[in-house]
């Protein structure tokens, strides 16, 4: 169930729990190579590829869309995407926004944010979900800020102004699992919750990825999430993994399967946002994005079917992958 004001969205003709989650791609995958791939060189094009591949909305901020309306501010390029991404029957779910330590301990930050906020529904979306920047001296420490009992009660702080300014707006809130964020480590991410309570936005690849798929904290990680991004990534290896056969991949429990698994329990209960997020962008080894990730669409909708079922309070058996084919 959502968390505090957190809605559940979707289709508001039919009931929370038949609400159907909605698969959409989040910008970075759409930003391969610039503007020089023919799938995005314009937003119709990237529209047009988007709903070809399968998904049914997007999650971008008015960021992602403003190489396309150079010149024009946020508020027209909001205006102007809205129109476009509705005439190709993507609309905007939401979007992420970007927030760094340096940016938050400035006076006067948050009429800023709430501006940023303020856009996203401009564009048609319904939640915010924010990456929080950790403090440079904690990058790369493997998690020490975890004792720093007054930067995380900073940290808890902080979140609990954005989420309640998200709230006021009637957005959802939701606060990402990522990397050199303030959520990257497990014990850390549970005590800032313990102060600040809300829905997480699982980017489960940073976990997966450093071998953290079990234990208390992973747990409550798991039971905290109205919101993912999915990407296919590597146990001990890489965060953004390519997976030239997902068909095969699945048949022999490969890296779809690890993800699809790792997912079950946030899935269960269905996500407050409906929506499931690609987000295979161009990074280490994946060098053509939009391909991978449109390739990825049947597992996200498998992804979704399974959370519906959850949400309606139905169990479905995906033990092996005979139980469930994706992609037929």
């Known amino acids: 169930m959502p968390l505090g004001y957190n809605k559940v969205l979707g289709d508001s003709n039919k009931p929370a729990e038949a609400r159907p989650h909605r698969v959409a791609i989040a910008t970075w995958p759409t930003m391969m190579n610039g503007n020089q791939d023919p799938r995005n060189s314009t937003l119709g094009a990237l529209l047009g590829h988007l709903k070809s591949a399968g998904y049914e909305g997007l999650e971008f901020a008015v960021s992602g869309f403003t190489r396309y309306f150079p010149g024009d501010s946020p508020a027209v390029v909001a205006k102007k995407a809205q129109t476009e991404c509705a005439k190709a029957g ?26 940023e906020m303020k856009l996203i529904q401009d564009l048609g979306g319904e939640f915010a979900s924010f990456q929080f920047e950790i403090h440079p001296d904690y990058y790369n420490t493997a998690g020490i800020y975890r004792e720093d009992e ?6 808890a702080d902080t979140v609990a102004t954005l989420r309640d300014n998200a709230w006021k707006l009637g957005l959802n809130f939701y606060l990402e699992v990522h990397v050199d964020r303030i959520t990257e480590d497990p014990a850390a991410l549970c005590r800032i919750l313990e102060m600040t309570a809300c829905e997480l936005n699982g980017d489960m690849s940073h976990f997966i990825a450093r071998g953290f798929t079990k234990g208390k904290h992973v747990q409550k990680i798991q039971s905290m999430l109205g919101h993912t991004h999915t990407r296919i990534s590597r146990p ?8 030239a056969d997902p068909k095969a991949d699945w048949e022999t429990k490969g890296l779809t399967w690890t993800l699809f698994q790792f997912m079950k329990p946030s899935l269960a209960n269905g996500l407050s946002s409906r929506t499931i997020s690609g987000e295979t962008g161009p990074f280490q080894t994946v060098k053509d994005s939009l391909t991978q990730d449109a390739a990825l669409v049947p597992l996200w909708r498998a992804m979704a079917r399974y959370a519906d079922a959850g949400a309606q309070g139905m169990v479905m058996k995906v033990e092996e992958p005979g139980d469930l084919r994706p992609w037929g």
Do not use: M, N
């Not at 993507?90 to 501006?115: E, I, M, N, S, Y």
């Open 90 to 115: 993507l609309p905007v779910f939401g979007a992420t926004l970007h927030l760094g330590d340096t940016q938050l301990r400035k006076l006067g930050w948050l009429p800023g944010v709430v501006d």
């Open 150 to 155: 007054d930067y995380l009660k900073w940290c």
């Open 236 to 243: 001990y290896g890489d965060l953004s993994a390519p997976v």
